[in-house]
Structure formats: structure tokens, C-alpha cells
């Protein structure tokens, strides 16, 4: 089986830096290759599977640009895979009812 | 809700919200079957099918990417809440963002919504059901003779910028890809290529008074506008997508290629996209970043730049005005409780739109009238 894999924020204050952090690193991004602006900093999630992850964090060392793993997004799917039901809630026809409360 | 929904139950539920509100629903049949051989369907929240063509409209998609399954519960929730508020007569609450009964009546009786929960039931399913692919993101396009590679990105594949190797330079570092064992960003074989592709674009043909579209994803979180291309300009409006004098140069941050967005757009996108995340954030006490899509690389083929550039390559088709939300923290929950969180929170930030959808309307419906009114318009009618 593949290695797992997980989702790493990367944090700057400078978009440059991040740029160069991920200029030529072994990772795959989201849907699509945004920084979101929080606070003073940009936030950028990649993707990469566990075996990649120390050697991103060693060799791609770029002064201002921190480096947090998230979550093991394999491990969290399958544990939901198990919650998938076979069956069909609506297969009665019955409505589904949101969560939003009506008042 | 009972997070989450397989693909049998989307489906279901949305042929059950069309039967339990006949008045102001319509279960729409896409045209274009899956590589699996699925129909997939479209939930219509609006006025009668008589006047649905000429019915300012907000389409909104989930489960463009397979491995996203809030997005496709949350719109069966959204579409679940707001009919089940509008035929008791009652407001909406997600949170401390409250929807009046006025405004959920007038949304679902003056303006229509049409959701497209699960465009991408096939990889939705293989998601769900493999172990090993839990992560998996494209269709399930049949691999290429000769590769085992299956699969597209629905999200590449559209006719925005698609053939990414013309339009952009070099060194844009474009999100896109023509490798077809590319995991993530493979563009397809041609532009539109994907029934789930066509499917979309079927919908955007169908309702030619859409004034707002939406894809939902998961997870940045994020609100974020066109263009993807490169950064926004407003000034200039010969530097855009379909010069091909700039083929080649797009893409590269801090040259000279801007892409132009008129002005009064950017301000709409930038007040609406507001809205959106006020709403966000009254559901649920945070609200989400709000932004141009573009800012490390550019993306060629996304649904929301389609659906924006279209009124620009064909002036007789009407203006749509684009979002993609990234929703939620993480890609996948890890508790009940957290999905049912971003669920509220999506929620809210779609009736928003919505919400201000009708404004619009009913704005320019006074706008008209007004107009209508002044002495030159009697002389000349």
C-alpha cells in the first residue's frame, strides 16, 4: 500500500519565501495553489505522504516559513470509509432535514 | 443529517426534496451519464419550470473533487433547510446568522437556485469504497491505451485557458498538468473532454439568466474570486484571457501581464463575497479568508473562471459572477460534530448569497420601473 498521506501547513509573512519554500518540493496542493492571508501571515496547505515529510522539513529549510502537519488525511478517510453506509437512508423516499433550526 | 451520504443517497434525497415540495422544486436530469454509467441530477429551488429560464438563477456545484464529501451533504442540507423554512412559513438559523421568513420566501419564490450536490459520483464512490484511495480527487475517466492511469480533474477540464502550455509562460508554474498519471491536475484529453465537465456546462446553458455561480470544495478555509489566471487588473482591458497577443507570458507574479476584471465586477464579487463571509462567520464564530484565487500559481481549466469568462469570449451570453469556497479546516472532519459545523456555516454563507441575489433583483426591477417612468422613455415608447 502507498504511504500515507498528509496535509502540511506552511506559514510566512513573506509570499517570496513561501515561493521558494515550494519551488522544486516534492508536494501536491489542494484544489488549487492559494496562500490565504491570516492576520500578517499567508497560510499554504500541500499535501505529501509521510515518507517525504522530514525531508521536506530538513531540505527545504527556508528562514520564515514555518512547517505544522495537520492531519493524516488517509487515516482520517479510511476511519470514515467504515461510516459509509451500504444501504440507503432515502431509499424510502422520505425527506432528508437539515440542521439549520427553523423559527 | 447523518454524515456522510453515499452517492445512492444523494441522489435519493434530492429525488425526495423534489417530490415532498412539487410547487418550488424541479428534479433536473443532467444529460451526460458518468464513465460509470450514472446519471446524476440537479435539485431546481425556484419558481415554476414556465418562467425558469428567465429567472435570475445561482447555480451552485459540490463534488467537483472526489475526495471532498462535505461539500455534496452540505447541499443537500442547504437545499433540505430552505425548503423545509419556506413551507412552514418560519426563518432559518445557523448559529447567531439568522435568515427571516421574509427573506427565505422571497429567495425561493423571486430568484431560483439550482444545486448540482455531486457532480463527480464516480470518484466520489471510489473514494469512499477503496482503502487505498481514499484520497482520490479526479473522475474516472478509463485510463489511456497503454497506461493504467485513471482519471481527470474535473477542475482543469473546463474551457477556461484549458490548452495551459499556449496561454501560459513557462515559468508559471500553472496548476495543470497533460500527464494523465498526474494524481491530481490532469487536464483530460481535450477541453470539456468529461461528461461530469459537460454536465456543468449544460447547466450554465440552460439557465442563461445566472447571475452567480459557486463551487464548493473543501478545505483552505477560503472565499475566493476570479480570475486564477494571474493577478487582478482593472485598467487595462485589452490585457485578458482571450488576447492572444499574451499567450505565453500569463501566469508569472510581478510582470508585467495583469488580468482585467472591470471594476464594477471586482467591487461585486469583493461586497457579495463579504456578505458571504459575514454570514460564515456568524454561523459559526469565524469567518474565512477573502480573496482573488490567484496568488502563488495559476490555475487554467477551473469551473468559476468558465463560468465568468464566458460573457467575454461570447457577448450574447449573460455576465456570471464566480466563487469557489474552500470550506472547512480540514479535507475531511475528523468528528460528527465538525462536519456538522462547516455544514452550518455553508450554509449560512449560501443563503447569503442568495439573499443578496434578490437584492440585486429587485433593485434592478426598480431600477426599471423607474426608468420606465421618465418623460423621455413616454416620448420614445
Redesign the interface.
Known amino acids: 500500500?502507498?504511504d500515507d498521506?498528509h496535509?502540511i501547513e506552511l506559514r510566512s509573512s513573506n509570499?517570496d519565501d513561501?515561493?521558494s519554500y515550494?519551488d522544486g518540493a516534492a508536494v501536491?496542493?489542494?484544489?488549487?495553489?492559494?496562500?490565504?492571508?491570516?492576520g500578517v501571515e499567508?497560510v499554504?496547505?500541500v499535501?505529501a505522504p509521510v515518507g517525504d515529510i522530514e525531508r521536506l522539513r530538513f531540505a527545504r529549510n527556508v528562514p520564515g516559513v514555518t512547517m505544522n502537519v495537520?492531519?493524516n488525511?488517509?487515516e482520517?478517510?479510511?476511519t470514515?470509509?467504515r461510516?459509509?453506509?451500504?444501504g440507503?437512508?432515502?431509499?424510502n423516499?422520505?425527506?432528508?432535514?437539515?440542521?439549520?433550526?427553523?423559527? | 443529517?447523518?454524515y456522510?451520504?453515499?452517492v445512492?443517497?444523494i441522489e435519493?434525497?434530492l429525488?425526495?426534496?423534489a417530490?415532498?415540495?412539487p410547487a418550488v422544486t424541479e428534479l433536473i436530469t443532467l444529460p451526460h451519464a458518468t464513465w460509470e454509467g450514472r446519471a446524476s441530477h440537479a435539485l431546481r429551488i425556484g419558481s415554476p419550470s414556465a418562467s425558469s429560464r428567465d429567472t435570475d438563477t445561482v447555480i451552485v456545484l459540490g463534488g467537483v473533487?472526489a475526495?471532498?464529501?462535505v461539500p455534496p451533504d452540505a447541499l443537500?442540507?442547504?437545499?433540505?433547510?430552505?425548503?423545509?423554512?419556506h413551507s412552514?412559513g418560519?426563518?432559518?438559523?445557523?448559529g447567531s446568522q439568522y435568515f427571516t421568513a421574509q427573506q427565505i420566501r422571497s429567495v425561493v419564490e423571486e430568484v431560483q437556485l439550482v444545486l448540482f450536490p455531486c457532480v463527480n459520483p464516480d470518484g466520489r464512490h471510489h473514494?469512499?469504497?477503496v482503502?487505498?484511495d481514499?484520497?482520490w480527487r479526479k473522475n474516472r475517466r478509463p485510463a489511456p491505451h497503454g497506461s493504467a492511469c485513471v482519471g481527470v480533474d474535473i477542475?482543469r477540464n473546463f474551457d477556461a485557458l484549458w490548452d495551459f502550455r499556449r496561454h501560459f509562460a513557462d515559468d508559471s508554474?500553472v496548476?495543470a498538468s497533460d500527464d494523465p498519471c498526474d494524481?491530481?491536475v490532469y487536464v483530460g484529453p481535450a477541453a470539456a473532454s468529461e461528461p461530469e465537465t459537460r454536465n456543468v456546462v449544460w447547466l450554465l446553458d440552460r439557465y442563461p439568466h445566472t447571475r452567480w455561480f459557486l463551487d464548493l470544495?473543501s478545505?483552505?478555509?477560503?472565499i475566493?474570486f476570479t480570475w486564477?489566471f494571474d493577478v487582478n487588473q482593472t485598467t487595462d482591458p485589452t490585457m485578458n484571457f482571450h488576447n492572444p497577443v499574451f499567450d505565453g507570458q500569463r501566469g508569472v507574479?510581478g510582470d508585467r501581464y495583469r488580468e482585467f476584471i472591470p471594476p464594477e465586477d471586482f467591487h461585486s464579487l469583493q461586497r457579495v463575497g463579504t456578505r458571504i463571509n459575514d454570514a460564515v462567520a456568524a454561523a459559526s464564530g469565524t469567518g474565512y479568508?477573502l480573496?482573488q484565487?490567484y496568488?502563488?500559481?495559476p490555475?487554467s481549466g477551473?469551473s468559476d473562471d468558465f463560468a465568468y469568462s464566458r460573457h467575454f469570449a461570447r457577448p450574447d451570453q449573460g455576465k456570471i459572477l464566480s466563487f469557489?469556497i474552500?470550506c472547512g479546516k480540514?479535507?475531511?472532519p475528523?468528528t460528527l460534530e465538525e462536519a456538522?459545523g462547516v455544514?452550518?456555516e455553508v450554509?449560512a454563507g449560501l443563503i447569503a448569497l442568495c439573499v443578496a441575489a434578490q437584492e440585486e433583483r429587485s433593485e434592478r426591477a426598480r431600477d426599471d420601473v423607474a426608468a420606465a417612468r421618465k418623460p423621455d422613455a413616454m416620448v420614445t415608447s
Not at chain 1, 440507503?88 to 431509499?91: E, K
Not at chain 2, 443537500?76 to 423554512?85: F, K, P, R, S
Not at chain 2, 478545505?219 to 477560503?222: C, K, T
Request: with cysteine.
Open positions: 500500500m502507498a498521506i496535509r509570499l513561501l515561493r515550494l501536491t496542493f489542494g484544489c488549487r495553489p492559494v496562500a490565504r492571508q491570516e499567508y499554504v496547505n499535501y495537520l492531519e488525511t488517509s482520517i478517510g479510511r470514515w470509509q461510516r459509509v453506509r451500504t440507503n437512508l432515502f431509499a423516499r422520505t425527506a432528508p432535514t437539515g440542521l439549520g433550526i427553523k423559527e | 443529517m447523518t456522510p451520504f453515499n445512492d443517497e435519493a434525497a429525488d425526495s426534496l417530490l415532498s415540495h473533487h475526495r471532498e464529501w443537500v442540507n442547504l437545499a433540505a433547510d430552505l425548503l423545509e423554512a412552514r418560519t426563518g432559518l438559523r445557523y473514494s469512499q469504497t482503502e487505498q481514499t484520497n477542475n508554474k496548476s494524481p491530481e470544495h478545505a483552505v478555509p477560503g475566493f486564477g507574479k479568508a480573496q484565487s496568488s502563488l500559481y490555475t477551473c469557489t474552500e480540514l479535507q475531511q475528523e456538522e455544514i452550518r450554509c
